[in-house]
């Protein structure tokens, strides 16, 4: 099964910093992936699908670029109500597979 | 508006059985995956499984094929997720979520349920 991997693990950064968050495939998966943000204690909410499309209703300051094994999430300016833990996932075949998410906390 | 609604917290102890639900509303439930994914404590996501409720077809991952099964009602809009013996490492959070389609064999959740915690213990 195709691993993703995601660095950091784990992130704090200032209020209006940008902040990138990278995820590895351990085989191409061209452009199936997406990304999660997942608030404590709150369901997951999809941010990001097709590596770079943005969910309805998803705030601009988030983008996501990539394709085959490198992907990104970036945060343009970082808000307090991005406190969350991360979560890309593979789908370009079953199983889904997500990565072990990146914990990102403000300073 | 799409929605998924889970049943409620429940407390097993080991050996017993289980089945949890989530009802759809605002989108053609029968045509439409639904899955689940499992969120334990201090852990990461992980994809237990999905059902297309329109002809029953189900997809698990090898780590819960055999433990778990995946059911829908599609005269209530309803999927289900069971266990016919429950052991305390099934303690988790678990969420249902509609799942996209865009690719063959590929999918990922895009509208997710509340959740339902799981607590097995004696």
């Known amino acids: 099964d195709i691993q993703m991997t995601q660095s950091p693990s784990s992130l704090s950064a200032s209020v209006g910093d940008r902040v990138t968050i990278t995820c590895r495939a351990s085989q191409g998966i061209n452009e199936y992936l997406a990304w999660y943000q997942q608030r404590p204690g709150r369901a997951p909410r999809l941010l990001i699908y097709g590596a770079s499309f943005l969910q309805s209703g998803v705030p601009s300051r988030f983008s996501g670029s990539g394709s085959g094994t490198d992907f990104t999430l970036t945060i343009s300016s970082l808000q307090p109500e991005d406190v969350a833990t991360y979560y890309c996932?593979?789908?370009?075949?079953?199983?889904?597979?997500f990565g072990q998410g990146t914990r990102l906390e403000i300073k | 508006e799409v929605q998924l609604v889970q049943s409620g917290p429940e407390v097993k102890k080991p050996g017993e059985s289980l089945k949890i639900s989530c009802r759809g509303s605002?989108?053609?439930?029968?045509?439409?995956?639904t899955g689940w994914v499992r969120h334990m404590p201090g852990k990461g996501l992980e994809w237990v499984g999905i059902?297309?409720?329109?002809?029953?077809?189900?997809k698990y991952s090898p780590s819960f094929q055999g433990r778990v099964t995946i059911s829908a009602d599609r005269s209530i809009n309803t999927a289900f997720l069971q266990w016919s013996s429950l052991m305390t490492s099934d303690s988790a959070m678990y969420f249902c979520?509609?799942?996209?389609?865009?690719?063959?064999?590929?999918?990922?959740?895009?509208?997710w349920g509340q959740g339902t915690p799981v607590t097995v213990s004696s």
């Open positions: 605002g989108y053609s439930f029968s045509t439409s995956w």
């Open positions: 059902i297309y409720p329109y002809d029953s077809d189900t």
């Open positions: 996932q593979k789908y370009n075949s079953a199983p889904i597979t």
């Open positions: 979520a509609r799942h996209v389609n865009p690719v063959t064999n590929g999918y990922y959740p895009d509208y």
